[in-house]
């Protein structure tokens, strides 16, 4: 789930959603954020949190902290080359 609010987080967690997704952040994981991170960690311990978008080699260190399960990176596949291929079963 993808929500606007920390509020609408605690929502969707209390109704069962299980992984939480944080896209486009800032180039760095910024206190509020941290701080409401852990909020929802410690009300929902089992929750995965991804963050995702915009997320570079370069910026990745910025997003490894205890409060982040995963990183998403689309930087990965945006640029690599590409290749034609058929598969017959």
């Known amino acids: ?3 606007l609010s920390a ?3 605690l929502v969707a967690m209390g109704l069962g959603s299980d992984i939480l997704l ?3 952040l800032a180039p760095k994981v910024n206190p509020k954020i941290r701080g409401r991170l852990m909020m929802v960690k ?3 311990p089992g929750v995965m949190v991804e963050a ?3 997320i570079f080699l370069g910026t990745l260190p910025w997003f490894l902290e205890p409060h ?3 990183v998403s990176m ?3 596949t945006h640029r ?3 290749l034609d291929f058929a598969l017959w079963v």
């Open 80 to 82: 690599s080359p590409k």
């Open 42 to 44: 410690a009300a929902h």
């Open 1 to 3: 789930v993808e929500c």
């Open 22 to 24: 944080l896209d486009n």
């Open 7 to 9: 509020a609408k987080v």
């Open 74 to 76: 689309g930087c990965l």
């Open 68 to 70: 982040i399960d995963v």
């Open 52 to 54: 995702s978008g915009g």
